[in-house]
């Protein structure tokens, strides 16, 4: 492990942004468009004002109430060789969503993603060893809106075996979703010990607001006692201040009024600092996701996080890129590096490019890889004597070779990360072999995966009884 | 500026390292090829084996020597605004060196490098923001071996105006070199008081080594005031042990040899704690210098280097990529980044793909862009009252758009960094206008920067008595 983080900013001016957002929260407060939410914030103490809505949060409060925040977020597999804790077990490698279209994986154009994509796309995600966290990556063209948050879910853990999150819109949503847990997982107490599914919010709006519908939905999770991961995300120069700093102390104060919420609900909830920073290109309005800010910004919520004793995570790989080209390695290189770097302990990479819009199935494969090669770096160098090896530098002296050495062949299949994708061919045989680029490599990968033996993760008796159970409600036959 | 750097190791972690290389000078010892050399270290009180040309250091003899080391390496521009001082002014981002074959900018395909493609290197390497020294990429195939340095350094100085080191293998080379740049500077004294050309040496030769005729060439240069960089270059693996541990304490003893003997020929003379540490991969023998180990073993190196208070650089965007797809972006963005946030104050990244073979011209435009990335996050953000933006946050509030406001206007410049070849088009936008991929688009702004009115950096009548000194050494007409 490495022995020391990256910290963008002094123990000083992580104090300075606190302070800063405790002053947003306290004068301006957050618009809370959700009735329940403000009767929850009335109760505690917060003021309301009953004509804007806006809530103010009193100092103390904030301070008392941020105090209670768990220091640990649990996710589990439906395997539990899956389960995975952050901090503690961290970085965790997630896929991004949620994209409407894909590359089609058979032409490369770009279409309507649908149950099929999802079912491969999940699959794929089980057998790639880079990858902890299936967050669903595309919507559903082919499933009612109603329906999606089941069918999704249904899809993705028959293939998958990982934690695996999506979105839910309605309360008849999460009670389908756990009547799925259920059977999936042989029984109530069983799903209720290990809840193996997810939910993501955007219930914080940029700048300063708590919706309505997302924030019946964390309320409804929290409440049931499922996990529940609520999200910031600030966007600098559109929906925040352009400046870095401007943009951490919105993003805080907002991280702060939801998570309280959360508690405010039910104590010790575990949460996540969980954001995803963008900035706008000022030249023409764009989304930068790709940005270099985006992983900046993450290293300042990374450090955020500490000082509040959360667990971190967010996008921290996203691409403006439309292929799996240059810009997609650099763009999901560089940043996710940084913030893990920084201290993220969730980085959210794998999948989309084209600034979130589009799942692409090469670059699950190539991010899988990244995934792997950030890992790798966190785990940072061991220095017990046999790696120390001394004695065979003694043994070998000047001018000697290690490559057959008992030392080399005793490390040789752990010493060094093994890629997959990154190609070390020669020159020529690169040339001979089809002067394949990276997409290429990974297209190809896509289908060895998806040609191997893949057993669905359950049963056909347990399909059969949630077809059964939900037979008005499946619209898919993957 | 960051507040703290990544460690990889623990201090204790450092002093292990320190001192197992201690323990390999003493007792294993370095084999000294170069008579020179031998009889330096012998006269200052280093042990001698006369039949194996191994010499030992006393441990006291390191401690010592080693803490006279200079703090600071200046990198002289042609011009001042170039100027370059590591670490304070850093992180400086590089070129590599040096490569025999470059991608045809017509055509694409593989050649040897000639004249023209140096000028045009030079030319793009003096006009990319993200580039601050100028490393000369390529090997000349139309210049006799021997005159290769005055001839590469002719035509990098007439079109780049940053500073710019290159080989050198003879005395005659540097007597060329100096009257060169004399020649350009307008005398001995202007030269003396700026000398804007650098040179690398492998004067180390990994395990242990200390080679005859790149060490001459250092002690020539140290001899003669120039400013000169021994590298250390190990291979996990093949030329040291596979374990990072063991290849960084065999490093480090490299290290502070060859830099102890370039301080007992002139105490003070600034270095630089340079490598290029790679792994061989263990399925084929592959020289893997694009493998994440590179960035992990330089966040080591860069980390011993403030253990011994020197500046630290080397090679830390090394690909193995044969062109510049999503291998080239994530290995030339992710190791560089590591490297950098662990401390690397000189990042070599720029210009070649395939294992340091092969200069390409559009991944030279690309990692322009990587290297400014780099920068932006080494800069790390401002907490000033203006950044801090609670003003307008007030005055936004909440729901509000920051799009229009002053506070946006005033910092759309500077607040977010633009970039050029990463596209952020709309994928409407980016279909339309042909499709183009990042290699494409770098290609293109190569063309576009050759298209523009570049001058030469001396005057014609400089170039007539350059030319008419060197009549019969330079062979190119660029």
Redesign the interface.
């Known amino acids: 492990m490495?022995?020391?983080?990256?910290?963008?900013?002094?123990d000083d001016?992580i104090q300075?942004?606190h302070e800063?957002s405790l002053?947003?929260l306290q004068?301006?407060?957050?618009?809370v468009l959700n009735e329940t939410a403000r009767e929850i914030f009335c109760r505690h103490g917060c003021q309301v004002n009953t004509q804007t809505g806006?809530v103010c949060f009193p100092q103390e409060l904030v301070e008392k109430w941020r105090k209670i925040f768990p220091s640990t977020f649990r996710f589990y597999g439906r395997d539990p060789r899956y389960d995975i804790t952050i901090p503690d077990d961290g970085p965790a490698i997630a896929t991004t969503g949620i994209a409407p279209d894909v590359l089609d994986i058979e032409n490369g154009e770009?279409r309507r993603a649908t149950s099929e994509d999802l079912s491969r796309i999940a699959n794929l995600v089980n057998m790639l060893p880079g990858i902890d966290l299936f967050f669903v990556s595309t919507l559903l063209s082919d499933v009612p809106e109603d329906r999606y948050s089941l069918n999704s879910l249904y899809i993705s853990a028959k293939k998958c075996l990982k934690p695996i999150r999506c979105g839910v819109n309605t309360v008849q949503n999460f009670k389908d979703i756990i009547a799925l847990g259920e059977c999936i997982a042989g029984g109530t107490e069983a799903f209720q010990e290990r809840p193996f599914f997810y939910f993501g919010h955007t219930a914080s709006?940029s700048?300063?607001?708590i919706n309505n519908e997302s924030t019946s939905m964390v309320i409804e999770a929290v409440r049931r006692g499922l996990p529940s991961m609520a999200a910031v995300v600030p966007n600098?120069?559109?929906?925040?201040?352009?400046?870095?700093?401007?943009t951490?102390?919105?993003a805080n104060a907002e991280f702060l009024a939801i998570n309280i919420l959360i508690q405010m609900v039910k104590e010790a909830t575990p949460v996540i600092y969980y954001s995803l920073p963008a900035?706008?290109?000022?030249?023409?309005?764009?989304f930068?996701c790709?940005?270099?800010?985006s992983?900046?910004l993450q290293?300042?919520c990374a450090q955020l996080a500490r000082f509040y004793g959360v667990p971190s995570g967010g996008y921290a790989g996203a691409t403006?890129?439309?292929?799996?080209?240059?810009?997609?390695?650099?763009?999901?290189?560089?940043s996710p590096?940084?913030a893990m770097?920084g201290g993220l302990n969730m980085v959210m990479l794998a999948g989309l490019i084209?600034?979130l819009?589009?799942f692409s199935y090469p670059q699950l494969v190539?991010d899988s890889?990244?995934g792997e090669?950030?890992k790798?770096?966190y785990k940072?160098?061991?220095?017990?004597n046999?790696?120390?090896?001394?004695d065979?530098?003694?043994t070998?002296?000047?001018?000697?070779?290690?490559?057959d050495s008992q030392?080399?062949l005793r490390?040789?299949?752990t010493?060094?990360?093994?890629?997959d994708?990154?190609?070390?061919?020669?020159?020529q045989k690169?040339w001979d072999t089809g002067?394949y680029?990276?997409?290429a490599r990974?297209l190809k990968r896509v289908w060895n995966i998806l040609a191997g033996d893949n057993p669905d993760a359950f049963s056909p008796d347990v399909d059969a009884k949630i077809r059964a159970t939900f037979s008005d409600s499946l619209y898919v036959s993957v």
């Open positions: 490495l022995a020391q983080n990256v910290e963008l900013l002094s001016q300075t942004i800063a002053g947003v004068e301006v407060g957050i618009r806006n770009r709006i700048p300063l607001t600098s120069g559109l929906t925040a201040p352009l400046t870095s700093a401007g951490l102390v919105l900035t706008s290109d000022m030249r023409n309005g764009a930068s790709g940005g270099i800010e992983g900046i290293m300042g403006n890129a439309k292929l799996s080209d240059a810009q997609a390695g650099f763009e999901k290189g560089m590096m940084a770097l084209d600034a819009m589009v190539i890889e990244i090669m950030i790798r770096v940072g160098i061991s220095l017990d046999d790696e120390l090896a001394l065979v530098i003694k070998i002296g000047p001018g000697g070779l290690y490559i030392h080399t490390h040789m299949r010493a060094t990360y093994f890629p994708i990154a190609s070390r061919q020669s020159w690169w002067k680029d990276t997409q990974a």
